[in-house]
């Protein structure tokens, strides 16, 4: 903490012209006030208005925050999962705009004239493995979540399966700098107009696997996925803006569920026809060992997922009767050996990586074998990319 020393006035004219002949700078005062300032999580570009996934987030599920550029907590300023706790040091309240939640809050200039990040989480109460707390980015506690599939549903879960709620688990952050706070004008913001951040975008912590029967010969399908994930993208990368992020896990990640669905759970268009499809969702699972080595294209670390033929499909009690599903990137129909794994597809085949859509189209076999064409893509996109049984 700085220290300031005031002179008085009737100090003798000499101690003053000392003072002031010194090659020393006179430290500068603290910044005194406020900024009056509304964090919210971002609505659609450019006209910001809020997608129904924003729209259906709950206010007991939402939590916002500041961070240091460490990814250390600074500030927490609003936490619906514990009692819809606002901080009411900062005068912090929660309200709902027509742009999508929001929070505003009264932030010390001092403490936050040289920038900071915003952040905000979305955290379902079916996947908390303890009360949520705000912590920093790296705290075990405050980041795990618990898979809350049952295990008599196959432990399938859909996180859009309440109508109306977003149980998405999901988290953002959004840089501050120090210019955009030297923005902040007295004559124009105040607690009746307060300064509107950078808006929070959100990423989801799960990945989604749809695999598309495009022939009606799928059976069934099995999906290995890890019991616990993480609420947070990797920490360091995350708040440096890294562009590929490597996977986020827990220790406990290694603790795997089977999802089974013994029956399509959703249509899809192909081809401008209807098709069944499987739709599954996961936490992010990590293909590197514990020496920091990523698992070659062919290891079978990578299958899994097991796609059992229907009996129109001609392929039971065959060698083909199942087919396991390869999360690697494919070219001419068979896995790519010589892909680099760690960037290719924005880093979606280091593991099976949160906010990526992975899509599987299944048809019936051509003769002489297994043909697979598969891609990996941000969740913005829909894909309909061939899978050949």
């Not at 890294?242 to 899809?268: E, G, I």
């Amino acid at each position: 903490m700085n220290k300031y020393i005031k002179f008085s006035a009737a100090l003798p004219l000499l101690v003053l012209a000392g003072a002031c002949s010194s090659d020393k700078e006179a430290p500068e005062a603290p910044l005194e006030g406020e900024f009056s300032v509304i964090m919210s999580i971002g609505g659609t570009a450019p006209t910001r208005a809020v997608s129904p996934e924003v729209e259906s987030l709950q206010k007991n599920q939402l939590a916002f925050a500041t961070y240091n550029a460490d990814g250390t907590l600074k500030d927490m300023i609003f936490n619906g999962p514990d009692s819809e706790k606002a901080n009411t040091d900062l005068r912090a309240y929660y309200f709902l705009p027509n742009w999508g939640p929001a929070v505003a809050a009264h932030l010390k200039k001092e403490d936050y004239k040289d920038g900071f990040t915003t952040a905000a989480f979305n955290v379902p109460a079916a996947m908390r493995s303890k009360t949520f707390s705000l912590a920093n980015m790296d705290n075990a506690d405050m980041n795990t979540l618990v898979w809350p599939g049952r295990a008599s549903d196959g432990y399938v879960w859909n996180p859009y399966s309440e109508e109306g709620v977003n149980n998405m688990p999901m988290a953002g952050r959004t840089a501050v700098s120090a210019a955009t706070m030297k923005q902040y004008n007295e004559e124009i913001y105040s607690a009746r107009n307060a300064m509107r951040l950078p808006d929070v975008d959100m990423t989801r912590a799960l990945a989604k696997i749809v695999i598309v029967d495009a022939d009606g010969i799928i059976d069934k399908v099995e999906l290995d996925t890890p019991q616990y994930g993480y609420i947070c993208p990797e920490p360091t990368g995350w708040m440096n803006g890294d562009r590929v992020l490597r996977p986020h896990v827990p220790a406990v990640s290694t603790l795997t569920l089977k999802q089974t669905l013994s029956a399509s759970n959703a249509t899809v268009s192909y081809n401008g026809a209807a098709c069944r499809a499987y739709e599954f969702y996961s936490f992010e699972s990590s293909f590197y060992d514990a020496d920091g080595n990523l698992a070659a294209p062919t290891d079978p670390v990578r299958d899994i997922a097991l796609i059992y033929a229907n009996e129109d499909s001609g392929l039971q009690n065959t060698s083909r009767s199942t087919t396991t599903l390869t999360f690697a990137p494919h070219r001419d129909f068979v896995v790519d050996a010589e892909a680099d794994l760690a960037t290719v597809d924005n880093g979606a085949w280091q593991g099976v990586m949160r906010n990526t859509v992975y899509t599987f189209v299944v048809h019936r076999p051509p003769t002489g074998g297994v043909e697979v064409v598969l891609k990996a893509t941000p969740w913005d996109h829909t894909v309909g990319d061939v899978f050949h049984f």
